[in-house]
Each structure stands twice: as structure tokens, then as C-alpha cells.
């Protein structure tokens, strides 16, 4: 496994958070990560960013345990992220954006200005380049988020509800690009609340609920399980 | 019979986020009528919109025929719609008596308030019992009650609830609904968001499925709890 | 090869025009004036490494100018160390107390940063006024006037003119490569938005720390500047709060995060406060400071970031970042 979280706990003042969390991301696979509002899938990023310590259990990335890590190591070693509500850097304009992500790698200016090019060109931000981040359209800052992260050359992409707000035809064009990012050999860990699109991109889905794993498996395993079916719907709901 | 509440082709924006896309319902007077739909469909975003809260980018919205979109939203509490919200929001620091005093802010509603302080104290005992507790120090299910009651302090035509399950324990879940029954026996067109379907379904006599800003589903709540359909609009598939 | 002439040409030329000044200008008071401004814009621009680029709101850096002033010239009067070496010492030591200073200060975050860097600056006044033996404390300390190069000490007035600007272009072009280089764009990035920029993997409090060092050092040198030009020094005037709020005002008037901004912003406000201590005479002197407030409530409330951003972005160019850079 490439990433993998083993036990894992955390605990928020009094309030068990997440509960005994055990999965993984292989080597070349995007794994969705779903389940209910508050069920703890951005504290699950967090804890790998090394944002919060977790209480209980180990984090190992490519064999190294991670559990420990500073954030900014995090990146260095090969996992990024995008977030929930996008972060851009709003004075710059979106090729200096991406070349913060480039100038992890690189140390000279220009080939970090050569390789953020690059990116840009893959990701489709190429003939917005100049533009300001801040003046960006929510579908187009969402992208720069992505082409940020990609920039750091990742091995492991952590999305974090990167198709809210986007309109359907936007949707596609993201799910496109993760595919993209999946096939230039970059694993993908993504949340999602759009689930026509998560259930369509993931190899595999694994489902929170209340800080605990509660199913795992193929999309469509997933969708017909009952005990997310009950996760989603509310108890006692009936199938046809 | 024409609809008291209608939405036609509603779009709504938070930013440039799109949250709504089209939107169209019907609530006809008397009725319960539930809105349900996984996270982030945009349940809250279309009583947010009724409420006057989040204004509508596109689309009407009609009571009774005359259109109340571009009002504010005081405005629309006074022509008695009026929403409890998710997670209750009461006014910690008051106590029940003043909250629910606070719900009877409108003109209309405070000419009558003692007389319906009276009404929902008969309707929810409790309340009466705690009625000079601070709002913060009841329980969860008390809260919700009090939060109920506050909005019916403003003697609504309409009342709309967000989540009103969210975070109570199934035995007060029950006894919500038991609530929002009478409720609306007494004349009162209930609208209900809820992500939690078996209930709230099975007491609606209309539904509507939101999936990403969407209506992707209508028709009798129960009809709808034993649609497949139902099940892969929550789950993409 | 012609990208990188046309990228430097603007520079040369205006460098060459300034400095062929002299020539024509030889009325004490307006070189005393340019040399004035070439001071306030060098010391912006040392601020702005790290109140522009960083967003880190030191109001300490007297800190750094004062210990750069004494230091050589202690080493100068009592020992007769040329300042030209003597100014490495005073950089050094204020290079050393900006990272003891950033590693306290970093972690605590707006006012509180600010306020903090103000209590470090006072320990350095109260200080130079307490070590008499080594300061003469708030008698002030005096520099012997032996004019020779190697004492950086001249008659007349061209010669230090030549100095300031030879150093107000040092800092302008240090300020232009750190803009372009990776120090410059972590710094950025740490100001637009801190936990992306972690999460980017940008060492945050590494580079800040740099970055202080930096400005601490380049402060110092103009404090040793200083020091040679007018011969006189006390605890008031060189480890005093106003120094810090002039080159932070300057800074954010001119452009911050810009390298050309806080030059701009010693143009514009040294001649109008000088223009006013005149106009309003000896009792109102003081009202030159409400020119300052002023300036800077205007600049806060309609141009947030300086003149200089906001007149790029009225051209349609970005603020940030030259686009003579680009190389598509």
C-alpha cells in the first residue's frame, strides 16, 4: 500500500472523532473517500497532512511512518492537497500560483517557471495565466488548487470536495483531469459529496460514518450496502 | 386547487458557487411537504431562498400567488412564513419564555402573543415547566421543542423546518414528528428538509429529491420511500 | 541575451540619470534632500523583505539600525576599525538578534507579532542609553572626523550621495532577486494564505526567519550609513519607535511586496514631510506626524496594499512580479 492508516484515533476534547481507522491507497488507484456530513473524512486529510497528531494508530506513506511528520514535510515527501474551499493566493497571478507548488522540486527560477508552465498546460489553465487568482471563476480556481498540488509532483493527491459548486459540464472537465492526474501515475484519495461523480471515477469507495469505516469495496457494492444505504437515508428505511 | 407556496425555475447562488440550478416545487395549503436529498444538494439553500435569505439569481417565488422573492427577509416572516433553522439557534443566554417571546416579533404576532404563549404551552407542556430556564441548559430534544415553538409564536401559515432531527436521539426524533403532525392538523402547511428520509417520507403527502441543485424526484412521500430510484439518487448509482 | 538587457535597461538608465545629479545640482540642501530620500527609500526596501513580502508587521526594526550605528562606530571610535569593516560586525550581530527575536515572535500572530517587535525595540533603547561607558548613552556618541575613504568619512556632500545611492540600488536589486527567486515566492505565498503554503510544503518559519535575518542585516548597514554621514548618534534617534513606523509607513504607501514601492514611497513622503515641518514652522513642527497619519489612514482604507500594486492593476498588469520575468 502506498498509504496507509492503521488504528487510527483522534479525539477532540472529549468527543471521539475518529474510531479505529484502518485503510489504504494503493500505487495507481483512486480511492473515494464518502459518508455523511460530520463523519470525519477532512479530519482523515488533516491527520495525514499532519495537521493534527492522531491519538491512537500509525500513518505510513510508502513505507515510512508519517504519524509524526510536520506538515511541510508531508508535501516534500510526495502527498498534496486541495481544499473544501479553495485557497488561492489571491495577489498572485495563477502561473505564480503554481510555481509555489514547482519551487518544492525546483530551486531556480526558471525551472520552476518552466515546470509550473508545464502544469499549467495539462490542467487547461494555460490561456489564463496571467490572470489573477482572486478574479478567478469558482471552476477555475478549483483547477488551480489542483494544478498547485500537481505542481509539488505528488505521488498521492488528496482531493477535498473538489467538484462543489461546479456546474455539470464543469464536473466532467474535473473528472476528466483526475482521471488525467490518475494516469500520469499520481494515486488519488478523493472526498466527494457529488456522488454520481465519485462512484463513477473511484476504484474504490470507502465509507465514514460517525468516525468509523463502515463499508468498503466497489462502487457499486457500496451504493447497494445496506449499512450505508441506513447512513444516508436514516434508519429503518426500506429497500424495494 | 392552486398552490399557496410555489418556486418556478429557481436558480441560486452562494458567490459564484451555483447551489440551486432550476428549481421547482409546490407546497399546497394544508399539506406536509419534505425535501430530501444528500449533503450539499441544496435542501437548506431552497427554504434559505423562501426565507428571503439567500436571494434567488433566477426563477420566482410565489405565495399565494404574489411574488415574495425580492423581499426581505423580515418581510417574509410577516406575511407568516417562517423558518426554524438548522440546529435550533435559540438565544442561549434567554430563557425559554424570552425566546419564544422573541418568536412573536412581528406586529401581527405580538398583538396576539399571550394568547398563543397559551397555545404552545398547551401543545408542549414542557416548555411551560421550564419556562424560566436558560435556553442553553436544556436538553437537545427540549431545545428543538423550543425552537418550534418560537417559530409558531409567529403564527405561521407556512412553517419550515431545516434538519429538525439533526443531532436528537431517535426517541425525541419520533417525538418531533409527532409534533410537526399536529402541527399541522391545527391548519399550518408544514415544508420539512431532512436528510434522514424514513420519517420524514412517510408523513408527507408531497416530496421533492434534490440531488446537486436539482429536483431529480417528486411525487407522495410514501411512494417515494419504496423507490429504488430514491436510493441511487442519494448514492450516484 | 536582448530579453535581459531590455529586462535591466529601465534600471541603468535611471541609476545613470540620478547619479549624473551632481553635475548640475550643486545646492547643499537638495543633496542633502536626495541623499535623504536615497536613505528612507534603502530602508524601506530592507523592511519590506519582511513587512512587504512576509506580511509580518515588525515595528522593531529601530532594533536593527541602531545596533548596526553603534556597533561600527564604537569599533571605529575606540578602535579605530574602518566601518567599511566595521558594518559586517553591526550586521552580524543585528542578523543574530532578528533570528532570536523572529523564532520568540513568529508563532504569535498580527497585533500581536507587532507589539512584540515593539518591546524588543525598546530593549534595545533602553539599553544604549544604560551602557554608558560603551554608548555615552543619551549624551550622544560622536565620530570623529577624519575624512578618508577608508573611514567612510568625506567632505562635502557628493560623495555620500554616491554612497546612499550605490546602496538604494543594492537594495532594489536585492529586493528584485529575492522577488523572482524561491525565498521570494515562499515569503508571498506564506502572506496570501499561511496553511496553503504549508501545505505546499513551504518551510514557513524557515524562510521568515531568512527573511528577518536579511532585513535585519541590510537595516544595520544603514545604520553604520547613518552614523558616517551625520557623525552623531543617541539612543533616541537611532533605537527610537519612529524609525520603525517611517519605514513601515513608507513601505505600505509606496507598494509592499513590490521592490520598486517602498522607493516610491520615500519619493512621495520625505519632500512632503519635510515641506510641511518647513511650511508650519518651530511650535508646529510636530503636525508633520498628522501628514503621516493621514496618508496612512487613506492608504489603509482605499489602497490596501500601496500605491504601486494598485496603479499596476488600474494598467492592467499584475501587481506582484515583474512581467519583463516572463519568458512565454
Known amino acids: 500500500m502506498l498509504l496507509e492508516l492503521a488504528g487510527i484515533g483522534k479525539r477532540f476534547g472529549g468527543l471521539q472523532v475518529i474510531r479505529s481507522m484502518d485503510f489504504g491507497v494503493d500505487a495507481g488507484e483512486i480511492v473515494g473517500l464518502i459518508g455523511p ?36 514535510d508531508i508535501c516534500r515527501r510526495g502527498i498534496a492537497r486541495t481544499f473544501q474551499v479553495v485557497k488561492p493566493f489571491g495577489n498572485l497571478t495563477t502561473w505564480q500560483n503554481v510555481m509555489v507548488g514547482a519551487f518544492l522540486r525546483m530551486r531556480r527560477q526558471d525551472e520552476a517557471r518552466a515546470w509550473a508552465a508545464e502544469t499549467l498546460k495539462v490542467v487547461g489553465l494555460w490561456p489564463r495565466r496571467h490572470d489573477l487568482a482572486r478574479g478567478l471563476t469558482i471552476g477555475l480556481r478549483k483547477r488551480l488548487e489542483v494544478a498547485r498540488a500537481l505542481a509539488t509532483r505528488p505521488r498521492l493527491l488528496l482531493l477535498d470536495e473538489v467538484m462543489g459548486g461546479l456546474n455539470p459540464t464543469e464536473v466532467q472537465g474535473m473528472m476528466a483531469l483526475v482521471r488525467d492526474v490518475r494516469a500520469q501515475g499520481v494515486s488519488v484519495l478523493i472526498i466527494e459529496h457529488v456522488m454520481a461523480a465519485v462512484m463513477s471515477l473511484s476504484d474504490r469507495i470507502v465509507v465514514l460514518h460517525h468516525g468509523e469505516k463502515i463499508a468498503e469495496g466497489p462502487p457499486a457494492h457500496v451504493a447497494r450496502h445496506p449499512d450505508v444505504v441506513q447512513a444516508y437515508l436514516g434508519e429503518e428505511h426500506l429497500l424495494a | 386547487m392552486t398552490a399557496l407556496l410555489t418556486l418556478r425555475d429557481v436558480d441560486a447562488h452562494h458567490g459564484d458557487l451555483q447551489a440551486l440550478f432550476g428549481v421547482s416545487l409546490e407546497a399546497h395549503e394544508g399539506e406536509i411537504v419534505a425535501i430530501v436529498g444528500a449533503n450539499a444538494a441544496g435542501k437548506s439553500t431552497t427554504i434559505n431562498v423562501i426565507s428571503g435569505l439567500v436571494r434567488a439569481t433566477a426563477g420566482q417565488v410565489e405565495l399565494e400567488g404574489t411574488r ?62 421550564r419556562r424560566d430556564q436558560l435556553a442553553v441548559s436544556l436538553s437537545g430534544g427540549e431545545q428543538q421543542m423550543c425552537a418550534i415553538a418560537r417559530g409558531l409564536m409567529a403564527r405561521p401559515r407556512v412553517l419550515m423546518l431545516d434538519e429538525p432531527s439533526l443531532g436528537l436521539a431517535p426517541l425525541f426524533v419520533q417525538r418531533s414528528f409527532e409534533i410537526v403532525r399536529s402541527i399541522n392538523e391545527r391548519g399550518v402547511t408544514v415544508v420539512i428538509v431532512e436528510q434522514n428520509v424514513h420519517h420524514v417520507l412517510s408523513i408527507a403527502s408531497r416530496a421533492y429529491v434534490l440531488e446537486s441543485g436539482r429536483v431529480v424526484m417528486s411525487g407522495p412521500g410514501p411512494t417515494l ?12 448509482m | 541575451m536582448r530579453r535581459r538587457v531590455a529586462r535591466h535597461a529601465p534600471l541603468v538608465l535611471v541609476v545613470a540619470g540620478v547619479a549624473a545629479l551632481p553635475l548640475v545640482v550643486t545646492n547643499n540642501y537638495y543633496l542633502d534632500s536626495l541623499i535623504v530620500i536615497f536613505f528612507w527609500g534603502s530602508m524601506a526596501a530592507a523592511w519590506n523583505l519582511v513587512g512587504g513580502y512576509a506580511g509580518q508587521l515588525s515595528l522593531g526594526h ?35 538578534f532578528a533570528v532570536f527575536v523572529g523564532l520568540v515572535c513568529f508563532r504569535l500572530r498580527g497585533p500581536f507579532f507587532a507589539l512584540v517587535t515593539i518591546a524588543f ?28 575613504f577608508e573611514n567612510m568619512l568625506f567632505r562635502g556632500k557628493v560623495s555620500y550621495f554616491y ?41 514557513t518559519v524557515r524562510v521568515r526567519l531568512i527573511a528577518l535575518g536579511a532585513s535585519a542585516a541590510l537595516t544595520a548597514v544603514g545604520g553604520t550609513l547613518y552614523a558616517q554621514y551625520y557623525q552623531f548618534l543617541d539612543p533616541a534617534s537611532t533605537f527610537g519607535i519612529n524609525f520603525s513606523i517611517q519605514v513601515a509607513l513608507l513601505t505600505m504607501v509606496g507598494g509592499i511586496g513590490t521592490a520598486v514601492g517602498p522607493f516610491f514611497g520615500a519619493l512621495l513622503m520625505t519632500p512632503l514631510g519635510q515641506f510641511f515641518r518647513a511650511w508650519l514652522g518651530g511650535g508646529a513642527a510636530g503636525l508633520y506626524l498628522a501628514l503621516y497619519g493621514i496618508a496612512l489612514i487613506l492608504v489603509v482604507l482605499f489602497l490596501p496594499h500601496g500605491i504601486v500594486p494598485e496603479v499596476r492593476r488600474r494598467l492592467g498588469r499584475r501587481p506582484y512580479g515583474e512581467e519583463a520575468d516572463d519568458a512565454a
Open chain 2, 68 to 129: 415574495i422573492d425580492r423581499l426581505p427577509a423580515h418581510q417574509i416572516v410577516e406575511r407568516r412564513v417562517v423558518q426554524i433553522p438548522e440546529g435550533r439557534q435559540l438565544f442561549p443566554y434567554m430563557t425559554v419564555e424570552q425566546n419564544l417571546e422573541m418568536g412573536a416579533y412581528t406586529p401581527a404576532a405580538r398583538a396576539q402573543r399571550g394568547e398563543t404563549l397559551e397555545e404552545v404551552f398547551t401543545l408542549l407542556p414542557v416548555l411551560r415547566d
Open chain 3, 121 to 148: 525595540a525598546e530593549v534595545g533603547l533602553i539599553t544604549a542609553s544604560s551602557l554608558r561607558d560603551l554608548t555615552k548613552g543619551t549624551e550622544g556618541f560622536n565620530i570623529p572626523f577624519r575624512p578618508a
Open chain 3, 62 to 96: 529601530t532594533a536593527f539600525f541602531g545596533i548596526g550605528a553603534y556597533t561600527s562606530s564604537i569599533l571605529f571610535a575606540r578602535y579605530g576599525l574602518t566601518p567599511w569593516v566595521g558594518l559586517l560586525a553591526g550586521a552580524v550581530l543585528a542578523a543574530a
Open chain 1, 37 to 72: 456530513n460530520g463523519a470525519g473524512k477532512t479530519t482523515i486529510f488533516n491527520l495525514v497532512m499532519g495537521v493534527y497528531r492522531p491519538d491512537d494508530g500509525r500513518i505510513v506513506f510508502d513505507g515510512h511512518d508519517i504519524t509524526r511528520v510536520a506538515t511541510e
Open chain 3, 163 to 203: 554612497l546612499f545611492l550605490a546602496y538604494a540600488v543594492l537594495l532594489y536589486v536585492i529586493s528584485r532577486a529575492v522577488e523572482r527567486s524561491r525565498l521570494g515566492y515562499s515569503l508571498v505565498a506564506f502572506r496570501e494564505d499561511e496553511e496553503a503554503a504549508r501545505m505546499l510544503g513551504v518551510a
Open chain 2, 225 to 236: 420511500l419504496r423507490d429504488e430510484g430514491l436510493r441511487r439518487a442519494y448514492m450516484g
